[in-house]
């Protein structure tokens, strides 16, 4: 009965979702992150609102619905972002009003008012200098783009040069801070994509890598203890969604799942759904313990829902309060109202639920971060 009741909910959910994102669609397969209280930044950025846009679309089917010409635009659109400036790999995916706010912005202003949040939530103990952090962004927006294309069978035209040569990529990948796998597993997971959608990186090493990077008693990814379970559990989605572009199993699926079962995750919508993903991910390599995972999900789904908007008809990304910033950029006020990331984000846990309870339907797909 219980398991009736949340495939109906999630169902009912998704239908408002899908009127909410449609309703922030813009000309040309553009989107608004949100309706109410965005500022001139948050009207100006367009290129990882559309990729939002299009992976929601693919999630709930409404991608199957396009015609061919329909699709096509949207994609020339995404690809139109690829260029080539000084500074960043060839032909990365640059939004150039993106580069302007952040400069507007001054990333030291971020910072300062930002610090001892990011301090407490993340545990970084140095911060990225403007340089460092543009270049991370604009490899984060190129991630996205290519995943999103190649999520639906579309490819970028032109190759990203690569960011480092062999050598350097492993230099990079062992110098990373492996007691904080969270952003040390952020850029593992994206030069697995470039490994495998670029061509450019030796997939076997990036397999070997994580093969000495498992912890054997948890299955968790990591050097040196983390200093929480949040960095365990978003880190473990990083590194697991790289395994899942490369084709490489998840090592000790049982034992993350023995781990989850034990331990509850923060509830915030992003660790939520990296915890479900996990969760997903391991029960799709073994079958085990599935009842109690579904027990879990059902609590896991009320928290969800904590942070959907019954007025807009979407997903907040914080309690009461939208989605304030994109990569250091403010692009709103932070209202009590629904945006266009956490509805993906919280579909998305929802879809992954269904498919653990083997209710995903024709309709629904789960999407490759």
């Not at 593992?188 to 990036?206: G, H, I, N, P």
Request: hydrophobic share 35%.
């Amino acid at each position: 009965m219980e398991i009736d009741k949340l495939t109906q909910g999630i169902t009912q959910k998704i239908k408002f979702s899908t009127e909410f994102v449609t309703s922030l669609k813009q000309d040309n397969n553009e989107f608004l992150p949100l309706h109410d209280g965005l500022n001139d930044a948050g009207k100006n950025i367009k290129l990882g609102f559309s990729c939002y846009g299009l992976k929601y679309y693919y999630l709930t089917g409404l991608w199957d619905d396009l015609n061919d010409i329909s699709k096509k635009q949207w994609i020339d659109n995404i690809n139109s972002y690829q260029k080539d400036i000084s500074g960043f790999p060839a032909n990365s995916y640059i939004d150039s009003n993106y580069l302007k706010y952040l400069n507007e912005f001054h990333y030291k202003k971020f910072l300062k008012r930002k610090a001892k949040s990011l301090l407490s939530i993340t545990g970084i103990k140095k911060l990225d200098s403007h340089k460092v952090f543009e270049s991370k962004s604009i490899n984060a927006e190129t991630k996205q783009a290519i995943s999103t294309l190649f999520q639906v069978n579309y490819r970028n035209p032109l190759k990203v040069e690569p960011e480092f040569d062999s050598k350097s990529v492993v230099d990079y990948l062992d110098n990373l801070d492996w007691s904080q796998p969270w952003a040390s597993g952020a850029q593992f997971s994206s030069l697995c994509v470039y490994a495998v959608t670029q061509d450019t990186y030796d997939t076997d090493y990036l397999r070997s890598f994580s093969d000495n990077l498992v912890d054997t008693d948890t299955g968790f990814y990591f050097k040196r203890e983390p200093r929480d379970q949040r960095e365990l559990f978003n880190g473990a989605m990083k590194i697991i969604s790289g395994l899942d572009w490369l084709g490489h199993e998840i090592h000790y699926p049982k034992k993350i799942i023995d781990f989850c079962l034990k331990n509850t995750p923060i509830y915030e919508g992003c660790d939520i759904v990296d915890f479900i993903y996990i969760l997903n991910k391991c029960l799709n390599s073994v079958e085990y313990r599935r009842k109690e995972v579904i027990e879990l999900l059902i609590k896991l789904s009320e928290k969800m829902n904590i942070l959907f908007n019954d007025r807009t008809g979407g997903y907040s990304y914080f309690e009461d309060k939208s989605q304030t910033h994109y990569y250091g950029v403010n692009i709103s006020k932070g209202l009590n109202t629904s945006d266009l990331h956490a509805t993906l984000l919280c579909n998305w846990g929802n879809v992954m639920i269904l498919d653990i309870l083997g209710e995903i339907g024709e309709t629904y797909k789960t999407i490759k971060p």
